[in-house]
């Protein structure tokens, strides 16, 4: 029986310490597509992606630059891609989560296997050489993944306010399922800190090693991507390109400048959002599943809380979700073990 699916792919902070190695676990027969990444990045002057991956321990300084993030997500996220059964699962769409939406555009085929290492790389350096801004994470939900009542709208309208303080910058990042990710200056973040209570004895939770993505103040990266990076790098996308705004890009009808452009100009600067996404992945293709790949599990949570937010299947709960997972699975991440053999 073929299942339908709609792949996602994740974004930064997914390759951690239990990352470490992921490659070599799973895809040491991908050796020749690996020798071809490493060849791109020892031309770049950079530390080959097989070196940071099998090295003896995992350092967070390291391993979690955006120059050196970047490309190992991308590595292990595409090849879990190529090693999806095509046999048994019918892959209807793409998605992916911030940084995600660069690995999507591989495996949907906008961008070649090196096109993809290329802008992924591209953008992670930059990204990292200037680490304008920060990131911090806070959630609008409850422990059963329903909307606390009028929550976003009160951290919104807070983060609204302290940007129009002077000297602080705060603005919307990405919307991820039941949270909110937050990007601006040490005066905004700091401000949002002192102001918002802490919940789950976590957040609001900054994130290290991350810019003010998704924002204005990365107009300057942004302008660089597009002087690095061409469109002629871009082509025709064979499987449906879900973004960050709920489009779709059609395969064979894609206006490729456009793409170009919204990939390195509006997708930089702009807030993400990515329930809007899996909203739009859900209701338009109603695939059988989710799969999302790996490094990583984190980026289960927010699909599986966006999909209960868009009330998709029924659900309306964590439970009803779970309840629904434990009977069909509808939702595998290659990143755990126990689930990637369902797909592979």
């Given at each position: 029986?073929?299942?339908?699916?709609?792949?996602?792919?994740?974004?930064?902070?997914?390759?951690?310490?239990?990352?470490?190695?992921?490659?070599?676990?799973?895809?040491?027969?991908?050796?020749?597509?690996?020798?071809?990444?490493?060849?791109?990045?020892?031309?770049?002057?950079?530390?080959?992606?097989?070196?940071?991956?099998?090295?003896?321990?995992?350092?967070?300084?390291?391993?979690?630059?955006?120059?050196?993030?970047?490309?190992?997500?991308?590595?292990?996220?595409?090849?879990?891609?190529?090693?999806?059964?095509?046999?048994?699962?019918?892959?209807?769409?793409?998605?992916?989560?911030?940084?995600?939406?660069?690995?999507?555009?591989?495996?949907?085929?906008?961008?070649?296997?090196?096109?993809?290492?290329?802008?992924?790389?591209?953008?992670?350096?930059?990204?990292?050489?200037?680490?304008?801004?920060?990131?911090?994470?806070?959630?609008?939900?409850?422990?059963?993944?329903?909307?606390?009542?009028?929550?976003?709208?009160?951290?919104?309208?807070?983060?609204?306010?302290i940007n129009a303080l002077p000297d602080h910058v705060l603005d919307l990042s990405i919307d991820?399922?039941?949270?909110?990710?937050?990007?601006?200056?040490d005066l905004g973040l700091a401000a949002f800190e002192r102001e918002m209570p802490r919940v789950?004895?976590?957040?609001?939770?900054?994130?290290?090693?991350h810019a003010g993505f998704h924002t204005a103040l990365q107009e300057p990266v942004a302008a660089?991507?597009?002087?690095?990076?061409?469109?002629?790098?871009?082509?025709?996308?064979?499987?449906?390109?879900?973004?960050?705004?709920?489009?779709?890009?059609?395969?064979?009808?894609?206006?490729?400048?456009?793409?170009?452009?919204?990939?390195?100009?509006?997708?930089?600067?702009?807030?993400?959002?990515?329930?809007?996404?899996?909203?739009?992945?859900?209701?338009?293709?109603?695939?059988?599943?989710?799969?999302?790949?790996?490094?990583?599990?984190?980026?289960?949570?927010?699909?599986?809380?966006?999909?209960?937010?868009?009330?998709?299947?029924?659900?309306?709960?964590?439970?009803?979700?779970?309840?629904?997972?434990?009977?069909?699975?509808?939702?595998?991440?290659?990143?755990?073990?126990?689930?990637?053999?369902?797909?592979?």
């Amino acid at each position: 029986m073929t299942l339908t699916a709609v792949v996602v792919a994740p974004g930064r902070g997914t390759y951690n310490k239990t990352e470490l190695g992921y490659l070599l676990r799973h895809h040491a027969k991908r050796r020749a597509l690996f020798d071809t990444f490493d060849d791109f990045r020892r031309s770049q002057g950079q530390e080959t992606i097989s070196e940071l991956d099998e090295a003896p321990r995992f350092i967070g300084s390291k391993h979690t630059r955006g120059d050196n993030a970047s490309p190992l997500i991308y590595s292990c996220a595409y090849s879990d891609f190529l090693a999806i059964d095509r046999d048994r699962i019918d892959i209807v769409a793409v998605t992916g989560n911030s940084m995600g939406w660069y690995i999507a555009l591989a495996c949907a085929g906008a961008l070649n296997d090196l096109g993809g290492l290329q802008v992924v790389n591209t953008m992670g350096t930059l990204m990292q050489d200037h680490l304008i801004g920060e990131q911090l994470i806070y959630p609008f939900v409850n422990d059963n993944w329903q909307p606390v009542p009028a929550q976003q709208q009160d951290i919104l309208a807070t983060v609204a306010r302290i940007n129009a303080l002077p000297d602080h910058v705060l603005d919307l990042s990405i919307d991820l399922g039941g949270m909110l990710v937050l990007a601006g200056n040490d005066l905004g973040l700091a401000a949002f800190e002192r102001e918002m209570p802490r919940v789950q004895d976590r957040f609001p939770m900054r994130l290290p090693n991350h810019a003010g993505f998704h924002t204005a103040l990365q107009e300057p990266v942004a302008a660089l991507g597009r002087q690095a990076l061409s469109e002629d790098l871009f082509r025709q996308p064979s499987l449906p390109l879900v973004d960050g705004r709920g489009g779709v890009w059609w395969p064979h009808s894609s206006h490729l400048p456009a793409l170009w452009d919204y990939t390195l100009n509006h997708q930089v600067v702009k807030s993400y959002d990515f329930t809007a996404a899996i909203r739009t992945a859900a209701r338009e293709f109603m695939p059988d599943l989710f799969i999302v790949l790996g490094p990583g599990t984190t980026l289960g949570g927010a699909v599986a809380q966006s999909l209960v937010l868009s009330n998709w299947r029924g659900w309306d709960t964590k439970n009803a979700f779970q309840q629904e997972q434990s009977q069909n699975m509808r939702l595998v991440s290659m990143g755990n073990p126990d689930q990637r053999d369902f797909v592979t």
